[in-house]
């Protein structure tokens, strides 16, 4: 059966290493990754569509068209004079990745101003995804608002995904950080932390007590990402995963494929180990590659 998918959130020009000194720039964010993603793992009767905010200079017109051709629907994206949009730039050490931003323009900090055109993009959708980096861009006005609008349109049948995909350096101290998280978690249907950013941000020994908090906090589903070491997840009973080992090229997006490999098997219906497994695979390939966004073998999309 087709359906909608609505990511909402900042897409950035990324420029990543080309070799011999040089940049290649491409676009890329976390929730715009995972949607990109999302978009080659559902059936094409599927909608994916993002919601967010640009400019209306030629920078912002390469974005939207790339959006396009990837076939990401852009007609819930506002453009707004005298912005433009986000640049990071990644930096790679034996695979692990580090980044640098400029994004005081960014004029997907306004996504959520006009309330309406939110209420518009998110009704009816299937599912909605979002992540920390979505909330911490915001005014704190404007992330209420959000999860309010979220909040509603859960209430009419939408199921939520949150991923908390948590940035220090975007919130104002470690308390907001935790209270906007905690706020965004007890409004999905799934929470997909890393277990990495829960132990140093949340202070979590184990994947296990990352787990039982976001359980503590009525999430239905919890799925705790551990780069290559077991996936531990919960939905009605416990589930682990053990991912393929796979040599790191760039880990830009590990997390936000992983995403996308899931929520397109649990969309489509299969069960907790296939949702894994297809999250795992997808993460695995993108890991293997440099840049946020690879071409990858995809799963039968049939079933």
């Keep these: 059966m087709a359906g909608r998918v609505v990511a909402i959130g900042e897409c950035m020009v990324e420029l990543s290493p080309a070799g011999d000194g040089l940049l290649r720039q491409g ?116 992330r209420a608002a959000l999860l309010d609008a979220i909040r509603n349109a859960r209430a009419q049948g939408s199921k939520v995904a949150f991923d908390p995909n948590m940035r220090e350096r975007l919130w104002p101290d470690r308390a907001t950080l935790r209270q906007w998280i905690d706020k965004a978690a007890q409004v999905a249907d799934i929470v997909l932390p890393s277990f990495d950013e829960e132990s140093l941000l949340a202070g979590d020994a184990t994947p296990e007590a990352t787990l039982q908090r976001y359980l503590g906090l009525g999430v239905p589903t919890v799925v705790v990402k551990n780069g290559a070491a077991e996936v531990l997840a919960w939905h009605g009973t416990p589930h682990r995963f053990a991912p393929k080992q796979r040599n790191a090229v760039d880990t830009t997006a590990a997390g936000d494929s992983f995403n996308a490999g899931f929520l397109a098997a649990w969309l489509r219906g299969q069960n907790m180990a296939a949702c894994l497994a297809a999250g795992a695979d997808l993460a695995g390939q993108v890991i293997a590659q440099p840049g946020a966004l690879v071409e990858a073998t995809l799963p039968d999309k049939t079933t």
């Excluded at 919601?51 to 629907?73: E, H, I, P, T, Y």
């Design 27 to 142: 676009f890329a964010g976390d929730t715009f990754n995972t949607a990109w993603y999302l978009r080659r793992c559902l059936p094409p009767d599927w909608q994916v569509d993002y919601l967010s905010a640009v400019g209306q200079d030629a920078l912002s017109d390469r974005m939207l068209g790339f959006m396009a051709a990837a076939g990401v629907g852009i007609s819930h994206i506002a453009r707004l004079p005298q912005l433009t949009v986000g640049l990071y730039m990644i930096s790679l050490t034996d695979g692990e990745r580090s980044f640098a931003y400029w994004r005081g323009e960014s004029a997907a900090r306004h996504l959520a101003d006009d309330l309406q055109a939110v209420a518009r993009a998110v009704a009816g959708a299937d599912m909605i995804v979002l992540s920390g980096i979505t909330l911490a861009i915001l005014p704190e006005d404007r």
